[in-house]
C-alpha cells in the first residue's frame, strides 16, 4: 500500500477527465494560422536513439498511417461567426479537418445545439489546385425520429467540394412532438480517383427539441 499518496475522490477523477478532454478539444479552437501551428515543441532528449529494423518498421507503419488523412488536402471548420454562435468562443475556428489531418478531439464531441438554433453553417474548401477532383458523400442519422426529421443541407449529398473557400448550411427541424435531446451524426465520406479510397468523417450533434 502507497504511504503519503492521496487518491483523489472517483467524481474529482471523473471531472479532471472530462476537463482533460475538453481542452483538447479546444486545440482545434485556433485561429486560422499556417498548417505549422499544429505543431507542439517537444523537449528532445541529448541521447541518441539507435536505429534498429523494428524501429524502421514502425517508422514505416506510421508513415503509411499517415498518409491517407494528409493527402486529402481539404479544410473543413466553422469559422469564429459560427464558433461564436453556438460554442460562446470569440475570434477562433473549429477545425474537424485543417490541410488534411483530422482533429479527432473535435470530431468526437458530441456538440449540443440549443432549442434556439436550428441550423449549423460548415466551411470548407478543396485545396487541390489541379485535378482529381475531390469527392463527397453526405449521410445522417437520427436516433429518435419522432422527435426530430431528417437534417436538411443546403448542399446536395452528393457531389464536389469546391475548390474555393465556400459555406453550406445543415438544418435540424424538430417535430415537435416531444421535449427531449436527439442524437444526430453526420457522416461525409470524402474521396479521390474511387469510391474505394474515402476518408470518412463523423460528427456527432445533439438537438435539444420541445413539445
Known amino acids: 500500500m502507497l504511504q503519503g499518496i492521496k487518491i483523489p475522490p472517483l467524481q474529482d477523477r471523473r471531472k479532471a477527465?472530462?476537463?482533460?478532454?475538453?481542452?483538447?478539444?479546444?486545440?482545434?479552437?485556433?485561429?486560422?494560422?499556417?498548417?505549422?501551428?499544429?505543431?507542439?515543441?517537444?523537449?528532445?532528449?541529448?541521447?541518441?536513439?539507435?536505429?534498429?529494423?523494428?524501429?524502421?518498421n514502425f517508422g514505416l507503419i506510421l508513415l503509411l498511417w499517415i498518409i491517407p488523412y494528409s493527402y486529402q488536402n481539404l479544410n473543413l471548420y466553422l469559422d469564429d461567426k459560427e464558433t461564436s454562435r453556438l460554442l460562446g468562443i470569440q475570434d477562433s475556428e473549429?477545425?474537424?479537418?485543417?490541410?488534411?489531418?483530422?482533429?479527432?478531439?473535435?470530431?468526437?464531441?458530441?456538440?449540443?445545439?440549443?432549442?434556439?438554433i436550428d441550423s449549423i453553417f460548415f466551411t470548407w474548401q478543396n485545396l487541390r489546385s489541379k485535378p482529381?477532383?475531390?469527392f463527397y458523400k453526405m449521410r445522417f442519422k437520427v436516433f429518435n425520429p419522432t422527435a426530430m426529421d431528417m437534417p436538411i443541407p443546403s448542399i446536395e449529398t452528393d457531389g464536389k467540394v469546391p475548390t474555393e473557400i465556400s459555406k453550406f448550411r445543415i438544418t435540424f427541424r424538430c417535430t415537435g412532438a416531444l421535449t427531449t435531446e436527439v442524437d444526430v451524426h453526420i457522416q461525409m465520406n470524402i474521396s479521390i480517383f474511387s469510391a474505394s479510397n474515402v476518408t470518412v468523417l463523423n460528427l456527432k450533434r445533439k438537438k435539444m427539441c420541445n413539445k
Open 132 to 134: 482529381p477532383d475531390m
Open 17 to 56: 477527465n472530462r476537463l482533460i478532454f475538453f481542452y483538447k478539444v479546444v486545440e482545434g479552437l485556433v485561429p486560422a494560422l499556417q498548417s505549422s501551428d499544429y505543431l507542439t515543441p517537444v523537449r528532445t532528449s541529448k541521447r541518441k536513439c539507435k536505429m534498429t529494423p523494428q524501429t524502421g
Open 94 to 116: 473549429l477545425y474537424y479537418v485543417r490541410n488534411g489531418i483530422l482533429n479527432k478531439y473535435a470530431l468526437t464531441f458530441i456538440m449540443p445545439i440549443p432549442l434556439h
